[in-house]
């Protein structure tokens, strides 16, 4: 699975868009960039993924850079229980199937 | 459905006791993942089962660690003996292979003082 890059930390004032960015410069042609987060004292959870088109879902969108460099996870409005460490993963789906989590993003949302 | 069950939620057991953690994942799914997650270490995986036979435990630390799964609607981590750098938060995830979206789902989680 391809390495990937986030910053350590970011506030978000809640009710605004947060914008949590992934590098991941070493993806391959068949992998795709899922997203998952983990809020405190809880198990990680699915909130979505891509492989090269933008994709949106109930929890937030995805934007992918036309060279698969990097993406951008965006959560529209976010709110006090949006406060979580998000992770960014590459991986190839239906293969192993093991999740690599790296260090994430500590998202702090807040009044 | 109930999502992917984990037990006990809390264990505090003594160095050198047996733990068993146990799993049930969500009905349908045919790949298991132990994870154990430590604020050094981050979550990592242990070892995972598909069609409930192990395909991967490079993760497991060492001997004193074994998984298993006797069928595909349960499966335990058990720690013999337990050591106070065991202690950690053990999460168990499923995942129904081969769909299209191939997302994992976790349990809420064992949490595991050894003392």
């Known amino acids: 699975d391809a390495k990937t890059t986030q910053p350590p930390s970011m506030d978000c004032a809640e009710g605004r868009a947060a914008n949590l960015p992934c590098n991941h410069s070493t993806i391959s042609g068949n992998e795709y960039v899922y997203w998952y987060r983990q809020i405190h004292s809880q198990g990680p959870q699915y909130i979505i993924h891509g492989l090269k088109n933008n994709e949106t879902n109930e929890m937030a969108s995805l934007i992918i850079t036309e060279d698969r460099k990097s993406s951008t996870l965006i959560l529209p409005h976010a709110t006090l229980r949006d406060t979580a460490v998000y992770y960014c993963i590459v991986r190839v789906p239906g293969t192993a199937s093991k999740l690599t989590f790296g260090t994430g993003t500590r998202l702090q949302v807040t009044l | 459905d109930a999502g992917v069950i984990q037990s006990p939620r809390h264990e505090v057991t003594e160095m050198g006791q047996e733990v068993t953690l146990r799993c049930k994942p969500i009905?349908?799914?045919?790949?298991l993942f132990w994870y154990r997650q430590t604020m050094m270490r981050g979550l990592e995986l242990l070892i995972y089962f598909n069609n409930n036979v192990p395909i991967d435990d490079s993760g497991m630390p060492e001997d004193r660690f074994s998984a298993k799964m006797p069928n595909a609607s349960f499966s335990t981590l058990k720690i013999q003996p337990s050591e106070p750098r065991d202690s950690a938060v053990y999460f168990c995830a499923s995942i129904q292979l081969a769909t299209s979206t191939d997302t994992q789902y976790f349990g809420p989680g064992t949490r595991l003082t050894v003392l």
């Open positions: 009905s349908g799914h045919n790949s």
